[in-house]
């Protein structure tokens, strides 16, 4: 032997130690678009994971049916994480209190009513109502939500701790607009923003008049918003409209719940 010992090839392998559960989410997380379904090929690049290790671990979340596979192949979302993920207390409670209220937003308006929630430094948006003529929006149900460049997110970001909010601001190319919607949502209850489309089909601009959802104690347990186009969001109606759904949703979270008001019945 020559004493020099020869260089090792890259494995490929995902970093040693790195948790199962953290590898399928990584493959979870894939998943990006509503119905979406991915080859293993896209599924591995999209997870930064070897083909074999995608494979095989897509494999067991087959078992357990949080994926399924196609005839043809590819994977698609089970339905297995639609069920555990509708029992989420945070989205489901605060969707089953606004879904009335979204509800006659939507009849009235025929336009865009999401109600979406903190976690972390992104919002997650948890419903939306749509008309079937109405623009197309960017955020689906599910779907993660950029707290300091959209109406809802504002809403939540002015709620959510200092910390939070300093990310953004530090992110921010225009911190001072930033804080002064930050200042109107929590001073006017409201928010009100006419920005571009972020999509490339549709109107220019479009406009979103949102509202923090707020506990007794003034902490945000979600946000409602309208999306409508064209430069016609701020107007009072709209403004009104929300601030009062919002409203109505944080006293319907507050009301016990029926089963739970006969328990406590003697």
């Avoid at 130690?17 to 119905?35: K, M, Q, T």
């Avoid at 698609?76 to 605060?94: M, T």
């Avoid at 104690?217 to 403004?239: C, D, E, F, T, Y």
């Amino acid at each position: 032997m020559s004493g020099t010992e020869r260089p090792r090839r890259p494995s490929g392998r995902p970093p040693v130690g790195e948790p199962i559960l953290d590898r399928a989410f990584r493959l979870l997380r894939a998943f990006v678009d509503n119905g979406e379904s991915l080859s293993l090929q896209t599924l591995a690049a999209r997870s930064g994971l070897p083909k074999s290790t995608a494979l095989r671990i897509a494999n067991q979340l087959v078992r357990l049916g949080a994926l399924e596979r196609r005839e043809d192949g590819e994977f698609v979302v089970g339905l297995q994480l639609l069920e555990i993920a509708s029992l989420a207390p945070r989205g489901h409670g605060l969707r089953a209190a606004a879904l009335p209220v979204m509800e006659d937003l939507h009849h009235v308006t025929r336009q865009h009513i999401l109600l979406a929630v903190r976690e972390g430094d992104e919002g997650v948006l948890v419903e939306r109502l749509s008309a079937a003529d109405a623009m197309a929006v960017k955020y689906r149900v599910g779907g993660r939500i950029p707290l300091g460049e959209t109406g809802i997110g504002l809403a939540l970001l002015a709620y959510a701790p200092e910390s939070v909010r300093q990310v953004w601001l530090e992110r921010s190319v225009d911190p001072a607009r930033l804080r002064r919607l930050l200042a109107m949502t929590r001073t006017e209850g409201v928010c009100a923003l006419t920005d571009p489309n972020p999509l490339s089909t549709g109107p220019h601009i479009i406009s979103t008049v949102a509202a923090p959802i707020l506990s007794h104690r003034g902490q945000a347990l979600g946000a409602i918003s309208l999306v409508s186009p064209g430069p016609h969001g701020a107007q009072v109606a709209n403004r009104v409209a929300i601030r009062t759904a919002s409203l109505a949703i944080a006293r319907a979270m507050r009301a016990p719940h029926p089963r739970q008001a006969d328990e406590g019945v003697c």
